[in-house]
T-cell receptor, first 111, second 114 residues
Framework: GESVGLHLPTLSVQEGDNSIINCAYS??????FIWYKQESGKGPQFIID?????DKRQGQRVTVLLNKTVKHLSLQIAATQPGDSAVYFC??????????FGAGTTVTVRA | NAGVMQNPRHLVRRRGQEARLRCSPM?????VYWYRQLPEEGLKFMVY????????ESGMPKERFSAEFPKEGPSILRIQQVVRGDSAAYFC????????????FGSGTQLSVL
């Protein structure tokens, strides 16, 4: 069964606001997590990753937080823009190389 | 430097026909992965290949599905005697090495079985 899941299937955000996308996982052995962005008709695009020995990592306008105690991962997008509208997937790797994807959260940015 | 190239982008087949999906990894990448995505779902791992070797095919159905990554040319995912349930988006990804590596995905092949 799925070991990675998302709390909400859709998220509507006002342009300029911050977005928070959540993800829960159940496999304690997972030690590497990745967020992907998928636009309509395209393949997943790498956003940011984090290893289990970290609890926070920042990129350009994005921050990933990892809480291993409650097996929770989040992606924060600062100053959300129309181009951020997409489906966002969290994915995990445990002990090998196979990515396990959650079902995705659809983010819609309102102008 | 082209990314992962998949073709065709769209493939329509009738039940019982064969589907051949192609994937050219990024230059310098020797690890290829195939994933399948059903509507409104995440991607599911199918098979992992290196040049001339199938490393892990645990996510691929035992029957009708096969994959190869020859020494020369693209990786091929082959589905024989397609059924309607095979309709999905098939994505290929490549990486330079194995394991905790960034996977770069292609744009996918949308297979529709009539």
């Amino acid at each position: 069964g799925e070991s990675v899941g998302l709390h909400l299937p859709t998220l509507s955000v006002q342009e300029g606001d911050n977005s928070i996308i959540n993800c829960a996982y159940s496999n304690s052995a997972s030690d590497y997590f990745i967020w992907y962005k998928q636009e309509s008709g395209k393949g997943p695009q790498f956003i940011i990753d984090i290893r289990s020995n970290m609890d926070k990592r920042q990129g350009q306008r994005v921050t990933v937080l990892l809480n291993k105690t409650v097996k929770h991962l989040s992606l924060q997008i600062a100053a959300t823009q129309p181009g951020d509208s997409a489906v966002y997937f969290c994915a995990e790797i445990a002990n090998d190389y196979k990515l396990s994807f959650g079902a995705g959260t659809t983010v819609t940015v309102r102008a | 430097n082209a990314g992962v190239m998949q073709n065709p982008r769209h493939l329509v087949r009738r039940r019982g026909q064969e589907a051949r999906l192609r994937c050219s990894p990024m230059k310098g990448h020797s690890h290829v992965y195939w994933y399948r995505q059903l509507p409104e779902e995440g991607l599911k791992f199918m098979v992992y290949l290196q040049k001339e070797n199938i490393i892990d095919e645990s996510g691929m159905p035992k029957e009708r599905f096969s994959a190869e990554f020859p020494k020369e040319g693209p990786s091929i995912l082959r589905i024989q005697q397609v059924v309607r349930g095979d309709s999905a988006a098939y994505f290929c990804a490549s990486s330079y090495g194995q394991g905790r590596e960034k996977l770069f995905f292609g744009s996918g092949t949308q297979l529709s079985v009539l």
